[in-house]
């Protein structure tokens, strides 16, 4: 599903371009989009940032266009896939009061009061439980995205060159900085004549910012992925009369496109490979709220707590150590009468095997 969404995405993009530009501009704007590296990630990934870009896209061009019940359809789709839809949301409807286009405003205000009015006490006890965890898991807005200077920095360069990072460190950084200054410096050009699609770009972003200064978390680079189609349109306007300069942005996508693709340790944790050979309906010991993965490619196996290892009526156990850094445990400490006798690994992931040490005669 990721693929086709991203593949629907390329073409709208195409089809809207040459609609308000040429045919130029629209291959460039596609091309751009669908090469750029965040992009190939999440078009391989069973999670939702794939299609977030598509209903952001729809949203946008049914904006612009002022087709009101499509607006209203995926204002409401975009809400219901995503809450942090509201990133790109708010400055559509600050655009439209702008614009001085109330009927518009007036038409789909009550889109996003309904769907309070239809899932605001389960958004409410989502919120609720995420101010939990955080109170409660002291690493747990890691996986939030905490509003901090590291978070911020990597918004741009991310949306660039991908979830990729190599050493030495000087050079990746050195490297990243170079692409995103070189990127960011036409799509800055090319706002002075096509500002809207930039307004949105910077918009959003700070809309998340302030989003997560309010709610404690949040901000990570990949939940602005929809920024993606607002840079490639913005590097499509200028690009289009700038032939060589056209090649070295292909250059930079498809050079950190493929060093994804090429290299393994850059993808992400090999679930199916790691579990691919356990017995049917085996029993594996990890943190439970991180087990989605695992029940997605082998929904046969059974999960427990790691908090709730057995002392000693298993001579035979399987633990599976991801995601304890964030919640602070180490399955050691509760493995004092038992032997690590085998590990698997696969791209980011360990799959112990520990064996009860039963006690000597002596003993």
């Given at each position: 599903p990721s693929i086709i969404f991203s593949l629907i995405t390329a073409i709208l993009i195409f089809l809207f371009i040459k609609k308000?530009?040429?045919l130029k501009t629209a291959f460039l704007a596609s091309a751009f989009y669908y090469f750029n590296p965040?992009?190939?990630?999440?078009?391989?990934?069973?999670?939702v940032y794939s299609l977030l870009v598509l209903l952001f896209v729809v949203c946008l061009i049914s904006l612009l266009q002022r087709k009101i019940l499509l607006f209203n359809i995926f204002v409401f789709l975009s809400l219901f896939f995503f809450y942090?839809?509201?990133?790109?949301?708010?400055?559509?409807?600050?655009?439209?009061?702008?614009?001085?286009?109330?009927?518009?405003?007036?038409?789909?205000?009550?889109?996003?009061?309904?769907?309070?009015?239809?899932?605001?006490?389960?958004v409410l006890t989502q919120l609720d439980n995420s101010h939990q965890l955080l109170s409660q898991i002291p690493?747990?807005?890691?996986?939030?995205?905490?509003?901090?200077?590291?978070?911020?920095?990597?918004?741009?360069?991310?949306?660039?060159?991908?979830?990729?990072?190599?050493l030495p460190k000087i050079a990746y950084w050195a490297t990243a900085l170079l692409?995103?200054?070189?990127?960011?410096?036409?799509?800055?050009?090319?706002?002075?004549?096509?500002?809207?699609?930039?307004?949105?770009?910077?918009?959003?972003?700070?809309?998340?910012?302030?989003?997560?200064?309010?709610?404690g978390g949040g901000l990570?680079?990949?939940?602005?992925?929809?920024?993606?189609?607002?840079?490639?349109?913005?590097?499509?306007?200028f690009l289009s009369q700038h032939q060589k300069l056209s090649y070295l942005t292909f250059l930079i996508f498809i050079s950190f496109s493929l060093s994804y693709l090429?290299?393994?340790?850059?993808?992400?944790?090999?679930?199916?490979?790691?579990?691919?050979?356990?017995?049917?309906?085996?029993?594996?010991?990890?943190?439970?709220?991180?087990?989605?993965?695992?029940?997605?490619?082998?929904?046969?196996?059974?999960v427990v707590d790691t908090r709730f290892i057995p002392t000693s009526s298993a001579s035979e156990i399987l633990v599976?150590?991801?995601?304890?850094?964030?919640?602070?445990?180490?399955?050691?400490?509760?493995?004092?009468a038992f032997t690590l006798t085998f590990t698997k690994t696969s791209n980011q992931l360990s799959l112990e095997t520990w064996r009860y040490s039963y006690p000597s005669l002596t003993e």
């Open positions: 308000v530009s040429n965040l992009i190939i990630y999440y078009s391989q990934e069973a999670r942090g839809s509201i990133f790109y949301l708010v400055p559509m409807y600050l655009y439209l009061v702008y614009r001085r286009d109330f009927k518009f405003v007036a038409l789909s205000v009550f889109t996003p009061l309904i769907f309070l009015l239809i899932f605001g006490r389960l690493n747990w807005s890691q996986v939030l995205g905490r509003l901090d200077p590291k978070n911020l920095f990597l918004i741009p360069i991310k949306l660039v060159i991908g979830r990729i990072s190599f692409a995103s200054i070189f990127i960011y410096s036409i799509v800055a050009l090319s706002s002075l004549k096509h500002f809207k699609y930039f307004y949105f770009l910077i918009s959003s972003i700070i809309v998340a910012i302030i989003f997560s200064f309010l709610t990570q680079y990949f939940r602005l992925i929809f920024s993606v189609p607002l840079i490639s349109i913005l590097l499509a306007f090429l290299i393994p340790r850059f993808h992400r944790e090999d679930w199916r490979t790691l579990l691919q050979d356990l017995p049917q309906n085996s029993t594996v010991y990890m943190i439970k709220s991180f087990s989605d993965p695992l029940i997605y490619y082998r929904p046969d196996l059974t599976l150590p991801y995601g304890e850094e964030i919640h602070q445990v180490d399955h050691r400490q509760f493995l004092s």
